[in-house]
Antibody, heavy 120, light 108 residues
């Protein structure tokens, strides 16, 4: 069974940093692209970032480009999202999701999410 | 950037058919994926590649995609289908993921 478990969320001040992790199990991690998707309170889904199975290609939404960095450690079956220069509008539940193939396409399954709150 | 447009809400009586649309410029040339999200839960993929169903998703869920509109169809709607539904594409021209704004399905 595929399992994705996010961690690292919490309360951070504007301008601060946070690193999210997503521990994966139940599949050959390096064979699949992975992605982060967020959902602000009461709002819809927003795609944030994706990374190819090898880690050689990364993709970002314009809203986070230059502030967030996605990475993966295939030896540890773990996906990361380093978030810097955080803003109030980054407040959301962050989900990690497995993509369908080596490159991003659809997202299945999703983790349970981790809440990031940016506030002073 | 590529934009997907969904109606904010759709209502349907139990046992009837619900159709949720997703509009986008020449969306028929893209692969559309659909997610169901119930309150307090993570999204679940219900349709991928326009019309394929993941294992475990009832046959009542189907999808189509042509021209400027993709459609998620839920037949014989049940109370348990009440949820938010999102369409999604991977826009290969910009290498970005794109979600529609979501549609709240209410079962009357």
């Amino acid at each position: 069974e595929v399992q994705l478990v996010e961690s690292g969320g919490g309360l951070v001040q504007p301008g601060g940093s946070l690193r999210l992790s997503c521990a994966a199990s139940g599949f050959t991690f390096s064979s699949y692209a992975m992605s982060w998707v967020r959902q602000a309170p009461g709002k819809g889904l927003e795609w944030v970032s994706a990374i190819s199975g090898s880690g050689g290609s990364t993709y970002y939404a314009d809203s986070v480009k230059g502030r967030f960095t996605i990475s993966r450690d295939n030896s540890k079956n773990t996906l990361y999202l380093q978030m810097n220069s955080l803003r109030a509008e980054d407040t959301a539940v962050y989900y990690c999701a497995k993509c369908g193939y080596q490159l991003p396409n659809w997202f299945d399954p999703w983790g349970q999410g981790t809440l990031v709150t940016v506030s002073s | 950037s590529y934009v997907l447009t969904q109606p904010p809400s759709v209502s349907v009586a139990p046992g009837k058919t619900a159709r949720i649309t997703c509009g986008g410029n020449n969306i028929g040339s893209k692969s559309v994926h659909w997610y169901q999200q119930k309150p307090g839960q993570a999204p679940v993929l219900v349709i991928y590649y326009d019309s394929d169903r993941p294992s475990g998703i009832p046959e009542r869920f189907s999808g189509s995609n042509s021209g400027n509109t993709a459609t998620l169809t839920i037949s014989r709607v049940e109370a348990g289908d009440e949820a938010d539904y999102y369409c999604q594409v991977w826009d290969s021209s910009s290498d970005r993921g794109v979600f529609g704004g979501g549609t709240k399905l209410t079962v009357l």
